[in-house]
């Protein structure tokens, strides 16, 4: 029989954390990826195992732009949307790029994958349900977002990425599928992204006091990042529509002082507990309900968080022995 031909995939926001580790698993499995980003917030550092692969290129390109004709030129059977910046400190800095990227962006990918009859995974998020009042959340949970809050560039625009999604899905325009993603960690975590898991790390590591907002009651439930993209390809891969978003997240759900517990423990570090204000608008809960992923795709997360943390910690010990001081943690705002 004739060799199939590989899978032609557009990976937008694939310098980025989940998007490098992507990348990699789609070149692992075959496909032919074109990465395309603009380094807001990605590196290039992050694609060096693959930036020399005979089936891999890369486009410096912001999907807010017209796509340049190194991106429109190919014709793709997937396309996964991973573009935008996703921790509070970097999506504010510039919160109207920040809600172009999920409209005008997603809007232009979506014309790609209908003229290419091709398949688009939206990558949405866990802030679709803001602060919410439902525990854990299921994706028939409308949510509780601000939408005039400091994060609503960011959790308004992932919902209108959604919505868009949808109905190019009800118009027969493109085959869509769209992940809700709830916190996730792993190396490549940016150490001066503000990221809870990463500031407690890189603060442990360091010596520092560590740096809790609120009084650390406030929970969240952390996923590796190799089980996410499992997921995603999961998802990406479902033939037939799933009829509607799908969670995806580990629902093993700790507060933030449990956490700080572990990390502190893992690390040996002798950092002392430093309490700050809560952000705007910062969520007391978080916890997916993964029922859907399990019935529809057969996933769920397989790495616990003392192995997931110990892989994290030794990246960042590696990471911060090679690179300079960032800003101090506490002009940031954790996730």
Not at 67 to 94: E, F, G, H, M, W
Not at 106 to 119: I, S
Not at 226 to 255: C, F, I, Q, R, W
């Amino acid at each position: 029989m004739p060799k199939a031909r590989p899978l032609s995939i557009l990976v937008a926001g694939g310098s980025g954390f989940v998007g490098s580790h992507l990348c990699e698993r789609l070149i692992d499995d075959g496909a032919v990826v074109c990465c395309v980003d603009n380094l807001q917030t990605g590196s290039r550092d992050n694609l060096r195992r693959i930036e020399t692969h005979s089936r891999f290129s890369f486009v410096q390109a912001d999907i807010v732009a017209p796509l340049p004709a190194k991106v429109t030129r190919t014709r793709y059977d997937r396309i996964y949307n991973l573009a935008c910046a996703a921790s509070p400190p970097l999506y504010q800095s510039d919160p109207e790029h920040t809600l172009l990227t999920s409209v005008v962006g997603t809007d232009q990918l979506l014309k790609l994958a209908e003229r290419d009859g091709g398949r688009l995974l939206q990558a949405s998020t866990s802030e679709v349900y803001g602060d919410p009042v439902a525990h854990p959340q299921p994706e028939s949970y409308w949510g509780n977002v601000n939408c005039t809050g400091p994060r609503a560039c960011y959790d308004e625009g992932k919902r209108a990425a959604e919505a868009l999604c949808f109905d190019f899905e009800r118009l027969g325009r493109a085959e869509v599928r769209v992940a809700r993603i709830f916190n996730t960690y792993g190396p490549r975590l940016s150490a001066h992204d503000g990221r809870v898991v990463s500031n407690l790390v890189s603060q442990a590591l360091a010596g520092d006091d560590i740096t809790v907002f609120g009084d650390g009651s406030q929970t969240r439930s952390f996923c590796y990042v190799a089980d996410l993209v499992d997921g995603l390809v999961k998802l990406m891969e479902h033939e037939g529509s799933p009829g509607g978003p799908v969670n995806l997240g580990n629902p093993t759900e700790l507060t933030i002082c449990e956490l700080v517990d572990l990390v502190l423990d893992l690390t040996g570090s002798s950092s002392q507990v430093s309490y700050r204000r809560l952000p705007v608008d910062d969520p007391r809960r978080r916890r997916p309900d993964i029922t859907r992923a399990a019935a529809l795709l057969g996933w769920s997360p397989t790495t616990s968080l003392e192995n997931g943390l110990r892989k994290t910690i030794a990246w960042f010990d590696a990471q911060r022995r090679l690179a300079p001081p960032g800003p101090d943690v506490e002009d940031r705002i954790r996730a």
